[in-house]
C-alpha cells in the first residue's frame, strides 16, 4: 500500500500550500517530462492555474493542484513528442544542456551516492515513461506523492476503481522495467 | 489469498526513497526557480478585457456613425407635412399637366358672371 507522503492535512494559507508541494511537483514533472525545464515551466503554469481557485476551500487545493499540474504535463509530453519528430525529419538533434547550477555538488553529501542516485534517477524516469500515460499518472501521484486512492481519483478525473486498475499495471510494469536496481 | 511479493515492495520502496531524497534535496537553481515561481503567480495580474469588449465598442462606434449620418441634424427646422390623410400626394409634374391642359377663358368668364344672393343677384 502505498504511503501518504503528501501533507495530509491541508495548508490554510495558500502561500503555505504552494510551498508545501512546489519541490515534489518539480520532480514529479521531471520524472514525467524527462526535461528540467519543461517540469519548471509546468509547475510554474499550474501555480498560476491554482491561483485563479484560491477563493476555494483549502480542502479541494490538493485535487484541483495535482489535476491541473497533470493537464499541464499531459499538454508538454504532447508538444515534445510533436517537436521531437519535427527534428526527426528535419535531421536535427535537441541539445539538452544539464543547468550548471544542477551540477554543483553537495559538499555534505557522497560523492558516490550521489552518483548512484542520479543512475537510479535516471532509470526511474526512463521507466516511467515507457508506461502508458495513464498508468504513469497513477503511479506518480498514487505511488510517489502519496495522494489517497479518492484524490488520485479526482487529479485523474477517473473513478477510484480505475485508479486501482491502473496502478496495478503500473507497478507490474515497473517492476519488470527497474529489474536492473536490485 | 496470495502473499504479496516482497520484490515488488521492495522496488517500489526504493523508488519512494529515492523520490523523497530527490524532493528534498533540490539543487539551489531549481529552488530559487520554484520559490520565484510561487511568488509570481500569487502577484496581483491587470485585468484583462474579454475579446468581444474591443469588438462589441468597435460595432458600437460604427452604428453611431452610421446613425449620425443618415439621420438629419438636430438644428435644421422640420418641414411641414402638408399631406392630406388617406390620400397621396400629387406629383407636381402631373399637376402642371392638368392645369395647362384647362381653358383660360373658362376662369375669366367665371369671374365676369353675377352671383345670386338672398338680396339678389349681385354684379
Known sequence: MPFDAAPSLPAVDFDAFLASVERRAFRMAELALGHREDALDAVQDAMVKLVAYRDRPAAEWTPLFWSILRSQVTDRHRRNTVRRKVMAVLGRREDEAADPLEMLPDPGEDPARRHADAQAWAALGKALRQLPRRQREAYLLRELQGLDVAETAAAMGCSDGSVKTHLSRAMAALRTHLEDWR | ?123
Open chain 2, 1 to 123: 489469498m496470495s502473499r504479496p511479493d516482497p520484490r515488488r515492495d521492495r522496488v517500489h520502496d526504493d523508488a519512494r526513497d529515492l523520490f523523497e531524497r530527490a524532493s528534498e534535496r533540490l539543487d539551489q537553481g531549481a529552488a530559487f526557480r520554484l520559490r520565484r515561481a510561487r511568488h509570481e503567480a500569487q502577484q496581483p495580474r491587470p485585468r484583462r478585457l474579454p475579446a468581444f469588449v474591443p469588438a462589441g465598442a468597435f460595432a458600437a462606434a460604427v452604428l453611431a456613425l452610421g446613425l449620425a449620418w443618415w439621420l438629419p441634424p438636430a438644428g435644421a427646422p422640420a418641414l411641414p407635412d402638408t399631406r392630406v390623410a388617406g390620400t397621396d400626394p400629387v406629383p407636381t409634374t402631373e399637376l402642371d399637366a392638368l392645369l395647362a391642359e384647362e381653358d383660360p377663358e373658362v376662369y375669366l368668364w367665371l369671374a365676369d358672371a353675377p352671383v345670386a344672393t338672398a338680396m339678389g343677384p349681385r354684379p
